[in-house]
């Protein structure tokens, strides 16, 4: 290696040592390694490379710049996690994080990639300090802090920064009993509040820091003012409507009751659990105490008949108090159950409007920021409640789902996993080849949409599927698919039902409800499958194709395998070689931020690929 002068102190692998020492953690910087040897940052990047080069080290790019240094034993010898935190970019990279780092991370950070090697990036957003599931600021630096295992000075003044930010609005009811915007100062008011405001929105100054609000806008007045960085607290006194006396007929698990106290204590929320872990439940508890009337909206008629069906039969209400309004039913009582499409068209939502709603909870509430689900959040109501095991949406509206639900109240995953209140499930990517030469020539001339539908219907899929299934023997299975095509193929192949938006709404529930008797033990189930649609006993997931859907589809779909039964399994397909393969890895990044364990696996069919099959096309 060539030094820079002769002043400057050789790298050897001693030194390199020393900065791993000096810095008190298993990853280092060339700047690190630089100071530690007294030497230029060139020569120390010339001498890390030298050492990499013997095999001694290994490099870790945590962007375009830095890059990180570690040795090359660490990845068999290493007994604990590698974290590295580069406070003034606000990124976290973490080699190996365990479940509990990867479950605190996602608490104020978001997850922006993951590779093979078990490495995660993650990156503080504005956003992600908004909507942390924290009452306190002391209480999300903590968390941070338990996270990241120390303090980072530069990190938590920018997030203390942030949370002072969300907190500079807020709407509350003045006591002459309309509906005002309060600013920390004027020069927030008028510089910036009536800068991006509409006009109309505000009516009228009542001081110099509080303005008379249009009370039938104020959803367009919280995603404004978001958009424009400055998250509202709502602090308004909302009319409740007729009372509602309810009891409930279950016994809450200790965090459920957590959740309903914590819902109180805000007033809105979104219940943020995984699939299984009684968000449902829970709701009906937070219903309880609110006794008041009670809207819910969900995304499909059968989602409705599960609400319908589990309230009758866990709390005090009758069959009277109890009504669905969607397409196959109309009826509006103290507790009515509707569909976001049937809420959100104008000559069904004035009927909602006219009421004033104790409690509107929205299920699988990641659909509030679609235009005509969004509707339904300017509702009158004096509580709402989200559900979502899976706040993240393909478009990054996620965020909208906060600001016009309220904040989210989260639980660790990890807990209710180690506790035995949900399966925690095991997700492996497989990775298959073309089923012949004709099929692959095929999708190399093919452009667009055609490229990605021929990728996800390989027919080397078929064979697979049926090698896993083989491979859990009496277990409930469901299969997910995209192409109404390939799943009757799929379907045919297994000899079992096919459930698509074709399948009659009877016909569709009567096999669900087969499949929750016992009666039938694998379903394959198109995008109706995805959302709201309670499988208790599945044990196995097979996502065979659908990748180039959200996140959150694959996080749904994982999610109809996490239930208390014992160890649940999820295979996603893809194609080897095309966009498809890069998609399922990102397609699973939510559940790995949530502790989730996500490996690679090889095909039971085909085995581990040929060196020309990983080449992309």
């Not at 997850?111 to 002391?138: C, F, I, K, M």
């Not at 008028?190 to 100054?205: F, I, K, P, S, T």
Request: proline share 5%; aromatic share 6%; net charge negative.
């Amino acid at each position: 290696m060539t030094d820079d002068g002769p002043d400057e102190a050789p790298v050897d692998i001693d030194v390199f040592y020393d900065a791993l020492e000096d810095r008190a953690r298993p990853v280092v910087t060339a700047t690190e390694v630089a100071r530690v040897a007294d030497c230029s940052q060139a020569a120390a990047v010339e001498a890390l490379e030298t050492l990499a080069a013997e095999g001694r080290l290994e490099r870790l790019d945590a962007a375009a710049d830095p890059v990180v240094w570690f040795p090359a034993d660490y990845r068999e010898t290493a007994a604990r996690e590698r974290l590295t935190v580069f406070p003034e970019r606000r990124e976290i990279v973490a080699d190996r994080p365990s479940q509990f780092t990867r479950a605190r991370l996602s608490q104020f950070a978001r997850l922006e990639e993951t590779n093979h090697e078990g490495g995660y990036r993650y990156v503080v957003r504005e956003q992600d300090v908004w909507s942390a599931p924290a009452e306190t600021l002391e209480a999300l630096l903590t968390t941070v802090r338990s996270a990241l295992g120390s303090r980072y000075d530069a990190l938590e003044e920018w997030i203390e920064g942030q949370w002072e930010r969300a907190h500079r609005f807020r709407l509350r009811t003045h006591e002459d009993g309309y509906v005002v915007l309060e600013a920390q100062s004027a020069d927030l008011l008028g510089n910036v509040a009536e800068r991006h405001l509409e006009d109309g929105l505000l009516r009228a100054r009542v001081d110099d820091e509080t303005a008379w609000v249009d009370a039938d806008r104020t959803a367009e007045l919280k995603r404004t003012l978001y958009e424009a960085g400055y998250p509202v607290q709502d602090r308004r006194e909302l009319a409740s409507g007729d009372p509602l006396p309810v009891e409930l007929d279950v016994e809450l698990r200790p965090y459920q009751a957590d959740w309903v106290a914590r819902f109180a204590d805000a007033g809105s929320g979104v219940l943020v659990g995984p699939p299984g872990s009684g968000k449902t439940v829970a709701a009906l508890g937070v219903m309880a105490d609110v006794e008041g009337e009670t809207l819910v909206l969900v995304p499909s008629r059968e989602l409705a008949g599960q609400w319908h069906e589990r309230i009758l039969a866990d709390t005090t209400l009758t069959a009277d108090q109890v009504g669905e309004y969607h397409g196959g039913s109309k009826e509006v009582r103290p507790v009515t159950i509707a569909t976001y499409r049937t809420a959100g068209m104008d000559r069904h939502r004035s009927l909602f409007d006219s009421r004033e709603w104790g409690l509107i909870v929205y299920d699988e509430c990641q659909r509030i920021p679609s235009p005509v689900s969004r509707r339904s959040a300017s509702l009158q109501t004096k509580h709402r409640l989200g559900l979502s095991a899976t706040p993240v949406r393909g478009d990054d509206l996620e965020d909208q789902i906060y600001t016009l639900v309220g904040p989210p109240i989260g639980t660790d995953w990890e807990a209710l996993f180690d506790a035995g209140y949900v399966a925690e499930p095991e997700v492996e990517l497989r990775y298959l080849p073309w089923d012949s030469e004709t099929a692959k020539n095929e999708y190399g001339a093919s452009g667009g949409r055609e490229k990605r539908r021929l990728a996800a219907t390989n027919p080397a899929k078929i064979p697979e599927i049926e090698a896993i299934l083989r491979a859990h023997p009496g277990s409930k299975a469901v299969v997910f698919v995209e192409y109404l095509d390939q799943g009757e193929a799929v379907a045919e192949a297994l000899g079992v039902p096919f459930i698509s938006g074709e399948t009659p709404h009877a016909r569709r529930s009567r096999l669900f409800d087969r499949f929750r008797a016992g009666d039938v033990d694998t379903l394959v189930v198109s995008r109706v499958g995805d959302e709201g649609i309670d499988l208790p006993d599945a044990e196995v997931a097979v996502a065979a194709s659908g990748l180039g859907g959200s996140r959150r589809q694959g996080a749904q779909r994982a999610g109809r395998t996490m239930r208390p039964a014992g160890k649940a399994r999820m295979y996603v397909l893809a194609t080897r070689g095309t966009r498809e393969e890069e998609f399922a890895r990102e397609r699973t990044r939510h559940l790995a931020a949530r502790g989730v364990s996500v490996r690679e696996g090889e095909s039971a069919v085909f085995g581990e690929p040929g060196p020309g099959d990983a080449a992309r096309q």
